[in-house]
C-alpha cells in the first residue's frame, strides 16, 4: 500500500519557521520525484517545491529564497524547511509523489499526480 505521511504542520507567528516531513512508503522511492503543494482557505492547490529523482530542486516564486527541500532516500523521507513564514502561506500542505518531476512541479494538472498524502495544516499568524 502506497503512503505519504505528512508531518511537523502547527501554529507559528509571521517570521518564524517549521519544518514538514513526509514519509514515503509502499512505492520505489528513488524512481519518483517527491514534493509539496498547499491549498489556502478559497483557494485552488498550487505546487510549492518539488525534488528531482537525481537532486534537482523546483521552488514557487512565492517561497524562493524561504524554503528548502531536501530528501533521505535512506530514510525515504523529503523534507520542507519553512523559514521567514508569511500569514500568505496559511494552507494545508500536501505531500505528492509521481514519475514526473514536471508535474510534481505543478506544470500538469493535478489531477495527473501519481500519489497525495492527507496532508498537514500550517497556520501562519500575523
Known amino acids: 500500500e502506497v503512503q505519504l505521511v505528512e508531518s511537523g504542520g502547527g501554529l507559528v507567528e509571521a517570521g518564524g519557521s517549521l519544518t514538514l516531513s513526509c514519509a514515503a512508503s509502499g512505492f520505489t522511492f528513488d524512481d519518483y520525484a517527491i514534493g509539496w503543494f498547499r491549498q489556502a482557505p478559497g483557494k485552488e492547490r498550487e505546487a510549492v517545491s518539488c525534488m528531482s529523482t537525481d537532486g534537482v530542486a523546483s521552488y514557487a516564486d512565492s517561497v524562493k529564497g524561504r524554503f528548502t527541500i531536501s530528501s533521505d532516500k535512506a530514510k525515504n523521507t523529503v523534507t520542507l524547511q519553512m523559514d521567514n513564514l508569511k500569514p500568505e502561506d496559511t494552507a494545508h500542505y500536501y505531500c505528492?509523489?509521481?514519475?514526473?518531476?514536471?508535474?510534481?512541479?505543478?506544470?500538469?494538472?493535478?489531477?495527473?499526480?501519481?500519489?497525495w498524502g492527507k496532508g498537514t495544516l500550517v497556520t501562519v499568524s500575523s
Open positions: 505528492v509523489a509521481d514519475r514526473s518531476y514536471y508535474y510534481c512541479s505543478g506544470y500538469g494538472p493535478t489531477q495527473q499526480i501519481d500519489y
